[in-house]
């Protein structure tokens, strides 16, 4: 169960795998392509966001040449940090209501891909609130089913995983424990971190019995 919230940031990297956020490699050849959500003008638009959102300085920095190879894969509290900073104030300024697309057909699938998104970033919102309550809970968990349910209309080649079903129990999880910052699993985490970065001849030594008897 304490790792249990990760799989909910794990949902955040399918905004890479299902086109919602492209790198830039060159699309796929098919017959019947579908729409390119993400041009290299929208990922541009995004890097230009990261660069010029001013965030408090306890908020983790994201990297600014997001999209690019050197940049390498998000960790999930940085995907957390994108979906509800980054990623709204950019998307919504290019795919929300008032903007101009080339057709009316696009801009009215763009629109559906936004809310689409918007309600897995509501999700996640919901689920890192310091405070819950019954309501919170429920609206995560309509939030959580209204994204899986949408996934395979707008995204056909999108595959249902394992993690969409455990996402959908951690609204039992918030009425059974609460907030999930006192429960999740970055406190365990940052601390495998520290161990494995500890000088070491990877043999047993006073360290080793220091950590197992203070355990027990």
């Known amino acids: 169960m304490i790792g249990s919230v990760s799989v ?4 955040l990297s399918e905004l890479d795998r299902i086109s919602i956020i492209q790198r830039d490699t060159k699309p796929r050849i098919s017959d019947n392509p579908p729409l390119k959500i993400v041009t290299l003008d929208v990922m541009q638009h995004i890097r230009g966001v990261i660069e010029r959102t001013i965030t408090p300085s306890w908020i983790n920095s994201v990297p600014s040449n997001f999209g690019h190879a050197a940049a390498g894969q998000l960790k999930a509290d940085e995907w957390r940090t994108m979906s509800t900073i980054y990623l709204p104030l950019a998307l919504v300024g290019l795919w929300g209501k008032g903007t101009s697309h080339s057709s009316p057909d696009v801009g009215a699938h763009l629109r559906c891909v936004l809310d689409h998104t918007m309600a897995l ?3 996640v919102t919901l689920a890192c609130l310091r405070t819950t309550t019954d309501a919170r809970s429920i609206a995560y968990r309509n939030y959580v089913a209204s994204y899986i349910r949408d996934l395979r209309r707008l995204h056909p080649e999108a595959t249902y995983r394992t993690n969409h079903h455990m996402a959908i129990h951690i609204c039992d999880f918030l009425r059974l424990f609460g907030p999930v910052h006192s429960w999740w699993c970055f406190p365990f985490e940052r601390l495998i971190g520290q161990l ?3 000088t ?3 043999k047993f030594g006073k360290v080793f019995l220091y950590i197992t008897s ?3």
Do not use: E, T
Request: net charge positive.
């Open 214 to 216: 203070y355990s027990y």
């Open 8 to 11: 909910l940031f794990h949902l």
């Open 121 to 123: 970033v509501s999700a």
């Open 196 to 198: 494995q970065r500890l």
């Open 200 to 202: 070491s001849n990877h």
